[in-house]
């Protein structure tokens, strides 16, 4: 290696990537990084191009795996050019997967400057301040962000999906914006506007909007056109949620049901290793688990191909960690979608939207894409063995006993401002009663606890629960009285979590599959009286249940073990009925 003649001072920077060009072939990355230390160490600070060979040295060391050396050499790159944006993304990628988020923040502190030209640099310390729970300089950011360049529809949805974080109200601004009102609902994206919108077809065209913008065909299609003809038939199951989340916590006890006379069932995992009991059970249900999160979409898709999946059921939608891309190669012959996103996915490789007639009724069924598919009474699965803590008492939880509890926990960027107020009305109306909230994050607290004083209404009677564990917070759900659903976006495994735990919910039903999920679930157990259609009606009904003793026992009575076994809880039922959809649609193929 002619490292010799890269000692000279003097060496123009063009004749050293030469160098590196030429020798790479036969010394590999360690002859490439070699060379740019010699270069480096022959020259001196003041030279121009010092900043590139410092980060082209943490690149080569980035490639190899050794991050301590990436890191320093991206550090020394960024401590002559601050502003070099590559060597910052690299150092922020690298600081970010080791979870170091404070120093992440302060690189891009460092880095910022005042030219209206630095978005990159805004929006990436937005998405590093959200991580990091600071959402308020996370939406300054984007603001920010959106002002310099309004044309910029990621930005557009963060910035919306944080201010619905933080109960930023209104939603979509008033006052003048570089953005207009009909390009920001465009870009809303799609979790934004389930929250949003009760109204399946603006929803199918965020959605779609989002997907073009996200994902594009594959070069080829992997799986062959009329399926496969297995002994038994093979599921596979896709999802970044195989972990303590909601979804794992529904649909676990379905993978264990499965029958292995007749069903052979796969599991393809980009999730997070989080140590956790549900995490284990659903690896351990899977006859066969493959671990994605480090392969490419490419390389996802051929994997399940090879495995010759019979029909693929994504767990995530549109959801965070979603692996669109991978099914647009069409690695399984039957592709749908369940759970994890509860509203269209206009994808053209999916073939249904797994429901049930209730919430996407027949009449409406054409609004949707893909093709809802009835796979059961009762769309959820559940859990049957979900464990519960110790019944709480009101005391231990930091509730009076003497007030009337109403109650959601569901996430904040789900309460909309017509919801709110409708809350407050129910308040003002019910006085001995409070609203016991879920634990989201400071600033939705101090927002609704301000529109709740604004409104006239105690602050004090907004109570915040902590975030405890999935067994304590069954108990803790048990003490309430009422629950209060969110619209359009109702609760769904939240709504199932308190009908398991007894607690009466009142929800509001609308058109979209989403706003019609506890709808589903309280016909189901005949506690059709908590099922209402207007706000004004969702306000009576709350206000009767709390105000009559009467009237309240006997809607409670509904909600009984005996009813919840019978109906949404029995899991047995739902795996029997699953089952037979899936063999009919893989037998007769996708139509």
Not at 85 to 100: D, H, K, T, Y
Not at 246 to 251: D, E, H, K, P, T
Not at 350 to 373: G, N, R, W
Not at 563 to 587: C, H, P, R, S, Y
């Amino acid at each position: 290696m002619p490292s010799e003649t890269l000692t000279r001072i003097g060496l123009p920077f063009a004749s050293l990537l030469a160098e590196v060009e030429s020798v790479t072939p036969y010394t590999g990355r360690c002859g490439s990084i070699a060379l740019y230390r010699d270069w480096i160490d022959a020259n001196g600070p003041h030279t121009p191009q010092l900043f590139a060979a410092w980060f082209n040295l943490g690149t080569e060391m980035d490639t190899l795996g050794d991050v301590a050396g990436a890191e320093h050499g991206y550090r020394r790159c960024l401590a002559l050019r601050r502003d070099f944006l590559p060597a910052i993304s690299n150092l922020l990628r690298l600081l970010e997967r080791a979870g170091r988020v404070a120093e992440a923040i302060a690189v891009l502190d460092q880095a910022l400057q005042p030219s209206e030209a630095r978005t990159a640099l805004l929006n990436n310390r937005a998405r590093v301040l959200e991580q990091a729970k600071r959402l308020d300089e996370a939406e300054d950011a984007l603001d920010a962000s959106l002002r310099t360049d309004p044309d910029q529809p990621d930005v557009m949805q963060h910035w919306l999906h944080v201010r619905q974080k933080r109960c930023s109200w209104p939603v979509f601004p008033i006052e003048p914006f570089p953005v207009s009102h009909d390009v920001l609902v465009q870009n809303a994206g799609p979790l934004s506007a389930l929250a949003l919108f009760d109204d399946v077809t603006r929803q199918r065209e965020i959605c779609r909007v989002w997907i073009e913008r996200k994902t594009e065909p594959a070069r080829e299609r992997l799986s062959p056109e009329h399926g496969y003809r297995h002994d038994r038939i093979r599921i596979g199951y896709m999802s970044s949620d195989f972990c303590q989340h909601a979804m794992s916590l529904l649909i676990v006890e379905l993978f264990e049901r499965h029958d292995r006379a007749r069903f052979e069932v796969f599991g393809y995992c980009s999730s997070p290793e989080d140590g956790t009991e549900i995490r284990s059970r659903v690896i351990a249900s899977f006859d066969r688990f493959a671990r994605i999160a480090d392969l490419s979409d490419e390389a996802a898709a051929r994997l399940i191909r090879a495995d010759e999946i019979d029909i693929l059921i994504d767990l995530n939608g549109l959801t965070a960690g979603a692996r669109l891309r991978v099914m647009r190669w069409r690695p399984a012959p039957v592709q749908a979608t369940y759970l994890g996103f509860i509203g269209p996915i206009p994808l053209p490789e999916l073939d249904y939207l797994l429901c049930d007639s209730f919430v996407v009724p027949p009449e409406t069924a054409h609004l949707y894409q893909p093709k809802p598919l009835y796979i059961a009474e009762i769309y959820q699965a559940n859990d049957s063995k979900r464990a519960r803590a110790a019944t709480r008492t009101r005391a231990e939880v930091g509730l009076p006993d003497d007030h009337f509890v109403f109650c959601c926990f569901s996430n904040h960027y789900k309460i909309t401002q017509d919801m709110f107020a409708a809350w407050i009305a129910i308040l003002r109306r019910v006085p001995d009663s409070i609203l016991w909230l879920a634990s989201d994050n400071q600033w939705s607290h101090d927002a609704l606890r301000g529109a709740a004083q604004a409104a006239g209404i105690d602050p004090l009677r907004i109570i915040v629960m902590p975030r405890v564990s999935p067994a304590d917070y069954l108990s803790c759900l048990a003490v309430a009285d009422l629950f209060l659903d969110t619209f359009p976006y109702n609760a769904g495994t939240i709504a199932s979590d308190a009908i398991r735990m007894q607690v009466p919910l009142v929800t509001l039903m609308g058109q979209s599959f989403v706003s019609r999920m506890a709808g589903r679930l309280l016909t189901a157990i005949g506690a059709v009286e908590g099922v209402t259609t207007s706000l004004a009606d969702y306000i009576e009904t709350a206000v009767a249940l709390a105000s009559d003793p009467d009237l309240y026992a006997g809607f409670k009575s509904r909600f009984t073990d005996a009813a919840w076994d019978a109906t949404v809880g029995n899991i047995a039922k739902f795996t029997t009925e699953f089952e037979q959809t899936l063999e009919t649609v893989v037998l007769t193929g996708a139509d």
